[in-house]
C-alpha cells in the first residue's frame, strides 16, 4: 500500500511542473520554445542596449519602447550598456526572419541577424504581454472597451527560451478590392493584424471587372470611368444582400495613398505586391478604353454583377493594347518599390479572341514565327501565354519579378515552355495542389493558396450554423476552421522529394469580396482563419495541434476585442 502510495506521489511530482506550465499565447508557434517558470516584471523604468547599434536595428528597439510606454506604466531608454535590462546582440549565424529570445526572471535578451529578426523577436514579447500592448491601447482605454480586465503597471512576461524562424519566406494575405472597396485606413488595420501573425506579404488585388482602383495618370478614364459602377451588391451581416440603388465610386487609390500604404507595410516588415489582373478580368478597364477590347463597337460596362467570368477581354492581338498593359505596368513599378508584380492570368476565356481578326491574325504570324505552337485543342490560350512573356520581358527589364495564378500552367493550351522561361512565381489556387506540382516540375516557385477542401480563401463561409451572414460556399466543413488548420500546404510525398519541395516557397490567405462589403464583415470572416493559415505559414507541420491553437486563439479574443475585430466564434475552447 505503502508503495502504491509513493509511486503515485512521484507520478504526480512528475507531472506537476507539466500541469503547473504557465500558459504562453504566441501565435504562430515558435519553432523552439522551452517555457520556464517564474516571469520577468517589467521595472518601471528599464534599458534597452541598442544605443550601438546600427540605426535600423535602433529604430526597432525605439518603437518597442514607445508602445510600452503608451500601454503600460513602465519608460524604457536605450543604452549603451552591455547589463541593459534587454539586450539587443547582432547575431549572423541566425537566419535573415529568425531570431532568439531569453525571457528569464532578471533580463531579456534577443539576438537576430536583422532588422526583421528584431521586429519578430518584439512582436513575440509583445504578444506574451497582456493584450492592450499589441492592441496599443493605455490601460484606461483598453478597460473602457473591457472593464473586466486585469492589467498591471508592471505587465509581465513569463520566462521562455525561444528559438526561432519561419517554415516559408513568402507569407501573404491577398485582399481583393477590385470587387469592394476598402480605405487606406482600413487597409492599414488589415496590415497591422498580419505584422501581429507574422505575414510579410500584402498582394494588393487591385483591379477586377467590378472596379479600377488603381491611378493610371497616362490613362485617366481608368479611374473615372473604371472605377465606378452603376451600382453595386453590398451584404449586410445581419439582413444579407441589398442593391445600392446608385453608383458605387468613383474608388481608386492615388499614388500617394498607395505610397502611404507601402511604407505603413514597410515599417512593419511587409512588402506589397501590387496585382493588375489581365488579360481577363478586365471589363473597368476596357469600359474606360473600349478600343482595347476584341469588340470597340459593342457595350462595355463596369460589371456590376458581383462574381463570375466574363468574356470580355483584353485584345492581345492589337498591340496598342499590348503597350496600354505594359504603360500600365510601367506606372505600377513607379509607385510600388517592391520585387514583385502579380498579373493576375487567371479566368480569362479566349472566346473573344477566336472570333477577333487581329487575333487570328496574331495567333497565325505567331505560329509561322514558331513562337507559339500550332494546337489543334484549345488553339487560342497560347496567345495569353505570349502576352504574358510580354509582360514579363517589360517587368524584367525593370529588375523585377512577375507573379501568376495558376491557369498560366494549369489551362488547356497554356504553352509551357514559354511560361517556365518567364522564371514566374506560380499562385496555385484551383487545382492547387495539381498547379504547384506543374509549377514544380518547370522549376517554378509555387505558393500555396488553396480553394478547394482545407480553404485558404478566408472569405468563404466559416460555418454552416443557422443565421450565418451570406459569403461563398455553404460553410461546409472542409472550409471550417479546423479543416483550414489541418490543411497540409506541402503533401507528405512531396516533402520527401528535396529537388520539388524547395519549390513550394509559402503560403497564403486569400481574400474575395464578391459578398463582402465593409470591414467589420471582412474580420468576422478573416479571424480566426487567418491565424490557422499564418500558424502553416510559420510553424513546423509537426508542432500543429487543433487544440492547442484553439487555447490560444481563444485567448487572443481579448485582443480582436481591444482592436475593434469581429470575429467567428464557433470553435472558441469553452
Ligand atoms: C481566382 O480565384 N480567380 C484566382
Not at 46 to 51: C, E, I, M, P
Not at 355 to 374: F, M, P, R, T, Y
Request: a neutral charge; charged letters at 25%; hydrophobic letters at 40%.
Amino acid at each position: 500500500m505503502k508503495k502504491i502510495l509513493l509511486s503515485t506521489l512521484f507520478l504526480i511530482a512528475m507531472l506537476a511542473p507539466a500541469c503547473a506550465r504557465q500558459f504562453v499565447n504566441i501565435t504562430p508557434l515558435p519553432k523552439q520554445m522551452e517555457v520556464g517558470e517564474g516571469v520577468y516584471r517589467f521595472p518601471k523604468s528599464f534599458t534597452v542596449g541598442a544605443a550601438l547599434l546600427p540605426d535600423s536595428l535602433k529604430v526597432e528597439a525605439q518603437r518597442f519602447v514607445d508602445v510600452i510606454a503608451e500601454t503600460t506604466g513602465c519608460k524604457g531608454k536605450l543604452s549603451k550598456s552591455k547589463k541593459a535590462d534587454i539586450s539587443m546582440t547582432v547575431d549572423k549565424s541566425i537566419a535573415y526572419e529568425g531570431y532568439k529570445l531569453s525571457v528569464t526572471e532578471k533580463t531579456i535578451s534577443i539576438s537576430a541577424s536583422s532588422a526583421r529578426g528584431f521586429f519578430y523577436a518584439f512582436q513575440t514579447l509583445k504578444k506574451m504581454m497582456p493584450a492592450n500592448v499589441m492592441a496599443e491601447l493605455n490601460m484606461k482605454q483598453a478597460q473602457e472597451k473591457l472593464p473586466w480586465l486585469k492589467l498591471t503597471k508592471r505587465p509581465e512576461v513569463p520566462c521562455v527560451e525561444i528559438a526561432d524562424e519561419p517554415r516559408f519566406w513568402y507569407r501573404g494575405f491577398m485582399l481583393d478590392c477590385g470587387r469592394h472597396f476598402f480605405t487606406v485606413d482600413e487597409i492599414k488595420h488589415i496590415l497591422d493584424g498580419m505584422a501581429i501573425y507574422k505575414y510579410n506579404y500584402f498582394h494588393w488585388h487591385l483591379t477586377e471587372d467590378q472596379g479600377w482602383r488603381f491611378e493610371v495618370k497616362k490613362y485617366p478614364r481608368l479611374t473615372t470611368v473604371g472605377s465606378v459602377a452603376s451600382d453595386c451588391r453590398m451584404t449586410d451581416m445581419e439582413k444579407g444582400h441589398y442593391w445600392l440603388g446608385k453608383p458605387y465610386g468613383p474608388y481608386f487609390y492615388t499614388h500617394e495613398d498607395c505610397r502611404e500604404i507601402v511604407e505603413y507595410a514597410r515599417n512593419l516588415h511587409i512588402e506589397v505586391i501590387p496585382e493588375i489582373d489581365m488579360p481577363g478580368h478586365i471589363m473597368s478597364a476596357l469600359a474606360a478604353y473600349p478600343e482595347f477590347s476584341c469588340n470597340p463597337e459593342g457595350e462595355h460596362k463596369v460589371q456590376t454583377y458581383q462574381g463570375g467570368v466574363w468574356s470580355d477581354v483584353l485584345n492581345v492581338g492589337d498591340p496598342k493594347a499590348v503597350q496600354f498593359a505594359r504603360d500600365v505596368l510601367t506606372e505600377v513599378m513607379d509607385v510600388f518599390p517592391g520585387q514583385y508584380v502579380h498579373i493576375g492570368g487567371d479566368e480569362c476565356p479566349t472566346s473573344a479572341w477566336e472570333s477577333n481578326a487581329q487575333c487570328q491574325e496574331h495567333l497565325q504570324n505567331l505560329i509561322k514565327e514558331g513562337k507559339v505552337k500550332d494546337l489543334e485543342k484549345h488553339r487560342f490560350r497560347p496567345l495569353q501565354s505570349y502576352f504574358i512573356k510580354q509582360m514579363n520581358d517589360h517587368i524584367k527589364a525593370r529588375g523585377k519579378k512577375m507573379i501568376l495564378w495558376n491557369e498560366s500552367v494549369t489551362a488547356g493550351g497554356a504553352d509551357l515552355d514559354i511560361i517556365k522561361s518567364t522564371g514566374a512565381m506560380i499562385f496555385c489556387w484551383n487545382p492547387c495542389q495539381g498547379g504547384a506540382a506543374v509549377a514544380a516540375s518547370l522549376g517554378l516557385d509555387a505558393v500555396i493558396t488553396e480553394w478547394g477542401p482545407g480553404c485558404y480563401y478566408i472569405n468563404r463561409k466559416q460555418h454552416d450554423g443557422e443565421g450565418e451572414p451570406v459569403a461563398a460556399g455553404t460553410g461546409r466543413k472542409s472550409d471550417q476552421l479546423p479543416a483550414v488548420y489541418a490543411y497540409q500546404p506541402v503533401p507528405e510525398k512531396v516533402m520527401q522529394d528535396t529537388e520539388k519541395s524547395r519549390h513550394y516557397v509559402g503560403v497564403q490567405a486569400t481574400f474575395w469580396t464578391e459578398h463582402v462589403s465593409d470591414i467589420n464583415y471582412f474580420n468576422y470572416l478573416a479571424y480566426p482563419r487567418l491565424l490557422a493559415v499564418a500558424e502553416a505559414a510559420w510553424s513546423p507541420e509537426e508542432k500543429k495541434d487543433f487544440e492547442d491553437f484553439r487555447t490560444r486563439f481563444t485567448a487572443d479574443t481579448v485582443l480582436f476585442d481591444l482592436t475593434g475585430r469581429l470575429y467567428g466564434k464557433h470553435f472558441i475552447a469553452k
